[in-house]
């Protein structure tokens, strides 16, 4: 599993480096809330443009929950709908492994269980430019073995030139 997270910021650290769009990439993060799960995480991601209408967002979450280990890393791809220059709707479609792992007692008993999943993203949001910077709110639907909604929000900050 580690060696997925490293992969991934190398594949984000890449894009940002090699990007010829004239957007610029943007990385950052807010709170998430998961429905199923029924807590909130932390998020971390990159906001790589490859085209005008289209951009890579790869992202890590990280839920608090006191007893279950539980995070996720994303690759995603935005499809971005000309809407102006200050609001920036946009549909997201992606790959999703989730992992989740835990530690505990009971009677006596020491119960250990972990798991990984990989699933599909689907969902939809919209980035607000605040000049500099960037608010983002989005919804995500994951199918798979660790089904789950959750809303995020947070904001980006440009990286590059």
Same mark, same amino acid.
């Given at each position: 599993?580690?060696?997925?997270?490293?992969?991934?910021?190398?594949?984000?650290?890449?894009?940002?480096?090699?990007?010829?769009?004239?957007?610029?990439?943007?990385?950052?993060?807010?709170?998430?809330?998961?429905?199923?799960?029924?807590?909130?995480?932390?998020?971390?991601?990159?906001?790589?443009?490859?085209?005008?209408?289209?951009?890579?967002?790869?992202?890590?979450?990280?839920?608090?929950?006191?007893?279950?280990?539980?995070?996720?890393?994303?690759?995603?791809?935005?499809?971005?709908?000309?809407?102006?220059?200050?609001?920036?709707?946009?549909?997201?479609?992606?790959?999703?492994?989730?992992?989740?792992?835990?530690?505990?007692?009971?009677?006596?008993?020491?119960?250990?269980?972990?798991?990984?999943?990989?699933? $599909?993203? =689907? &969902? !939809?949001?919209?980035? +607000?430019? @605040?000049? %500099?910077?960037?608010? /983002?709110?989005? *919804?995500? $639907?994951? =199918? &798979? !073995?660790?089904?789950? +909604?959750? @809303?995020? %929000?947070?904001?980006? /900050?440009?990286? *590059?030139?």
């Amino acid at each position: 599993m580690k060696k997925i997270i490293v992969a991934t910021f190398f594949f984000i650290g890449f894009l940002a480096y090699s990007q010829n769009s004239q957007a610029q990439a943007q990385i950052g993060g807010g709170l998430v809330f998961g429905f199923d799960i029924g807590t909130v995480g932390i998020n971390v991601r990159g906001d790589i443009p490859v085209t005008d209408e289209i951009d890579v967002v790869p992202g890590f979450i990280y839920y608090f929950e006191s007893n279950i280990n539980i995070f996720e890393v994303n690759a995603n791809g935005h499809y971005n709908f000309d809407a102006g220059d200050t609001v920036q709707p946009y549909a997201l479609a992606g790959l999703n492994i989730s992992h989740f792992s835990y530690d505990t007692e009971i009677l006596g008993f020491g119960i250990e269980a972990d798991g990984t999943d990989v699933g $599909l993203n =689907l &969902g !939809g949001g919209i980035n +607000f430019d @605040l000049g %500099g910077i960037s608010a /983002f709110a989005e *919804g995500r $639907l994951l =199918l &798979g !073995g660790f089904e789950d +909604f959750s @809303l995020t %929000g947070g904001v980006l /900050f440009p990286i *590059g030139n």
